[in-house]
């Protein structure tokens, strides 16, 4: 392939820029797309109790959390993968899978400095926004305090100590089951239960690691809490369990953000993730995905099946989810709000983006149990290329939610003639006080839009990446700081190729 | 893998049903039903109507009809055609422009519905209508069940040729017992022709009533479609309306009345299939009681129906703690250059209002039927005729009065 070194001369009024921007767009695009040759500790092929058994061992987990999985496992052999989603790919086959991958150099890091060098190369290649190498550095800057999970186990906490002197517990769900077994015990599967859904119970069966964080009453984190998923072992399926507790009064903003390498075959990715906020807790969680959403001809790409849920169990208290989407090639996911205190408020704001033949069904449900309990969603689809992208929610009133109040706003975008977009909400309202409110719209960047933005000399794709970075900002400023910047960068990114 | 698969428990009603399908020598549907049963939740398209769960058994197929009741609504103009038990029955002499048949089998297209299918398998004749030029008595197709409790199916075939204007009334009711009812109608609508079409279920308190108006409207035609539940015990009306040539607009609307142990049903599907066309839905749901108000609207653009403009809206108001009002307008858009939208909205009534009224000495009922007239009227407003408007008018006062 020729590239912009190659080309001798450069007409006139074209810049070097220009050419090496076209000339990118020849090479695939996913730019986090490379694997990290780390010798991985894995377990057999294949989906079984014995699988199961092996991850309990492997995580040296006590026998009622091997019960706890084998139960899943049992329930799980007689549900039915769910249908209903607006998602085409060809049956999972469980038994080629790999349902465990530790990278096997780090059997217990304690430090950085212990981490495989590669490991951290590969974080600096990723570059969003953790910086590992200026917390390595020692730049003071970034206050993040990262956990890492690669493939299937948490790789390194930073940060911890400074969090545990004002009691915060921030690590991985293997360690939590082992040193913080009674706080586990008492939360794990109480916002998704078990039995909740297909991919939940897999999860529950076979999930490998994850974070875990406990926040006490009356502590606000005084950082934002991240943890890095990657994918990088061949035909493994991630399986991360979340597991987030603010008691009474505490706050925690939590940042999660996800990449895969570039691999031929499809990767499933079945992530549970429970939030609890106890009375007048906030729990904020914040999403960027972009794995691995297979080539131009729609080949390989993540399956990304999560169930996310909050539980706002005390009164008053909040949670908030913001999600950019533009990853994997299957997106099933649908992070929730039970609302179940009084004066509780759940939020949601989404912005997917769907290129190539990417498939996003996501949205997001607010059940309003409690009294005087308001939800807001702001939900924004751009769909380009040949995806289809659909919101799916849903909102519920129950009969003894007095005054509940929803207020739902969903966009779509389409960019090109072989997209879909779609909405199918449900409002379900069985009391008479509750007052739910629902608009959507589907348009098109308008002619006069484009124009305007090409007049003033941005090329196509430039005009298209600003016009749609305004039809999201609503959403992007509810995004921390770190994921705004980096955010906006991967909607124009991932909407590269989508005009012309 | 092993999973062990749960075969369809079948329930009474499942079972009555295969024997008819049976009896009536469709055993490819009796075949289908005995291997799907009857749709549950988990089939999207009757999320919120569960038909296995709320169909607890089914009456035996329906005989000629030998009593006769009165008709649900009398128009003095309107020039009627009675359809009894399924069967089309002798009319009078048509006025100018209209064609009265009856033709063997049903009318509906294939559809993946139940209810399509049922009402396939036991329509043994339809009604078959032709209308052409300006056709100005109002046509009512008054539907009846007679009799003892029956299982009845009812078809009507209408055609409206191009350029031709006309207004179809039409009503189902009967005698006073548990019937189940499938009605069908499929009307094309011509070029450049204009239509009105209602529909009012009347039927008494434990019926159960389903209907599918199929609309196929060529270029340039404009469809006006009103709805209304008024009664039943359980009602599901399906619109299938499908644009087949460019320019053509769509009005369609629905009042669904629900009253205390009703469950009452609207499913929607308008299909832009070509570029260049127009449709407003507007529906409004009133729940009273311990009852379920349920609206499902889809709005399908396809791939090349460019510059399509569709808007959808639904409106609930609920006047008692036990009532529900479920609703599901879904859009499904393929094309680009599209205007398409949807709105949902659900509450109580105003309390500033109820205040206002109120506080000018009219009593606390009174005031909520005042506001919930001003909330339907819009849905009425647009039928031209006076006498139609008065008597759709006068159904939904009934309701409003007539409190259970």
């Keep these: ?500 | 893998m092993l999973k062990p698969k749960m075969p369809v428990r079948l329930n009474a009603a499942e079972e009555t049903l295969i024997a008819q399908l049976t009896g009536a020598g469709d055993s490819a549907q009796a075949e289908r039903l005995s291997v799907t049963g009857l749709p549950t939740r988990r089939v999207e398209s009757y999320h919120y109507t569960d038909l296995k769960m709320l169909l607890k058994s089914v009456p035996p197929l329906v005989g000629a009809a030998n009593t006769a009741s009165a008709p649900a609504l009398r128009l003095a103009g309107a020039y009627r055609l009675l359809i009894a038990n399924g069967e089309p029955q002798a009319s009078a002499t048509a006025p100018a422009g209209v064609i009265v048949g009856s033709s063997d089998g049903a009318a509906l297209s294939v559809h993946d519905d139940v209810l399509v299918r049922l009402n396939t398998a036991f329509a043994k004749k339809s009604l078959s209508l032709t209308l052409e030029g300006t056709v100005d008595p109002i046509i009512q197709i008054d539907r009846r069940t007679e009799g003892t409790a029956a299982h009845s199916a009812s078809s009507a075939r209408i055609f409206v040729a191009d350029d031709s204007s006309a207004t179809i009334l039409e009503t189902y009711s009967g005698s006073d017992e548990a019937h189940l009812t499938n009605n069908a109608s499929y009307i094309a609508v011509g070029r450049n022709a204009q239509v009105t079409h209602i529909t009012v279920d009347l039927s008494s308190d434990g019926v159960t009533h389903f209907a599918t108006n199929e609309y196929v409207l060529a270029e340039g035609a404009k469809l006006r479609t009103l709805a209304i539940h008024a009664g039943s015990a359980l009602a599901r009306t399906q619109i299938f309306a499908k644009f087949a040539g460019e320019g053509a607009h769509a009005d369609i609307a629905g009042l669904n009345l629900v009253d205390d142990g009703q469950h009452l049903d609207f499913t929607l599907d308008v299909n832009h299939a070509v570029p260049n066309t127009t449709s407003q839905e507007v529906f409004k749901q009133v729940g009273r009681g311990r009852s379920k108000a349920v609206f499902q609207g889809k709005i399908v653009v396809a791939r090349d129906a460019q510059k399509t403009d569709a808007k959808m809206m639904m409106q609930g108001l609920m006047l008692s703690d036990q009532a529900e009002i479920l609703s599901k307008p879904e859009l499904e858009i393929y094309a680009d250059d599209v205007v398409c939208g949807h709105g949902s909205t659900c509450g109580e009534l105003d309390a500033d209002s109820m205040f206002y009224l109120m506080s000018r000495g009219i009593s606390r009922a009174e005031a909520e039927t005042m506001l919930v007239r001003g909330f339907l009227k819009e849905v009425l407003d647009p039928i031209e005729d006076a006498e139609l408007n008065e008597a759709l008018t006068a159904v939904v006062d009934d309701w409003l009065v007539g409190g259970k």
């Design chain 1, 1 to 500: 392939m020729m590239s912009a070194l190659d080309i001798p001369t450069l007409k006139e009024n074209i810049d070097r820029e220009t050419v090496d921007q076209v000339l990118s767009l020849d090479v695939d695009k996913y730019k986090y797309g490379f694997s990290t040759d780390i010798e991985s500790d894995m377990a057999p092929q294949g989906l079984s109790e014995d699988i199961v058994r092996f991850i309990s061992a492997k995580k040296n987990e006590p026998q009622w959390m091997l019960d706890w999985r084998l139960d899943a496992y049992r329930r799980w052999l007689t549900m039915d993968e769910p249908a209903w989603a607006k998602v085409h790919y060809p049956q999972l086959d469980f038994q080629d899978m790999y349902f465990y991958a530790a990278p096997k150099s780090t059997p217990a890091p304690t430090s950085l400095d212990e981490v495989d060098p590669e490991l951290l190369a590969m974080y600096d290649k990723l570059g969003i926004p953790l910086k590992e190498r200026e917390i390595l550095a020692g730049v003071e800057r970034p206050n993040v305090a990262v956990d890492a999970v690669m493939d299937s186990v948490s790789v390194v906490t930073t940060f911890r100590e400074e969090l545990a002197k004002v009691g915060i517990i921030f690590c991985s769900i293997s360690e939590a089951i082992r040193e913080h077994a009674e706080l586990v015990q008492k939360y794990l599967g109480s916002v998704v239960p078990v039995t909740d859904n297909y991919y939940a119970t897999l999860n529950s069966a076979v999930f490998t690691d994850g974070s875990f964080v406990y926040i006490p009453k009356g502590v606000r984190c005084p950082m934002e809490l991240s943890t890095y998923f990657r994918i990088n072992e061949k035909k493994t399926g991630q399986f991360e369990r979340t597991l987030i507790i603010a008691e009474d009064d505490s706050y925690v903003s939590y940042l999660e953000g996800c990449t895969a390498p570039m691999r031929d075959e499809s990767q499933l990715h079945a992530a549970v993730v429970e939030l609890v906020a106890l009375e007048n807790a906030e729990i904020k969680y914040s999403t960027v995905q972009n794995w691995y959403p297979g080539d131009k001809d729609g080949k390989g790409g993540i399956y990304n099946f999560v169930t996310k849920r909050g539980d706002c169990r005390g009164n008053g208290s909040k949670i908030s989810w913001t999600q950019v989407e533009t990853g994997s090639a299957i997106t099933w996911k649908y992070p929730s709000c039970i609302l179940r205190g009084d004066n509780s408020r759940g939020e949601f704001y989404s912005i997917a983006i769907s290129n190539g033949y990417q498939q996003v069904d996501s949205g997001t449900k607010m059940i309003h149990l409690g009294k005087n309990t308001s939800s807001k969603i702001i939900a924004k689809g751009i769909a380009a290329g040949f995806s289809d992208n659909t919101y799916r929610g849903q909102v519920s009133a129950h009969a003894k939610a007095k005054g509940a109040r929803n207020f739902t706003q969903c966009d779509s975008l389409l960019i090109g003639d072989k997209c879909g977009a779609h909405t199918v909400p449900y409002i379900e309202s069985r009391n008479a006080t509750a007052v739910f409110e629902h608009e959507a719209t589907t348009s098109k960047i308008s002619d006069d839009q484009m124009f305007y933005c090409q007049q003033r000399g941005l090329n196509e794709e430039e005009a298209v990446a600003l016009i749609v970075n305004g039809f999201v900002r609503d959403v992007l400023q509810h995004l921390p700081m770190e994921f705004m910047v980096e955010s906006q960068k991967l909607i124009a990114i991932s909407l590269e190729g989508s005009v012309g």
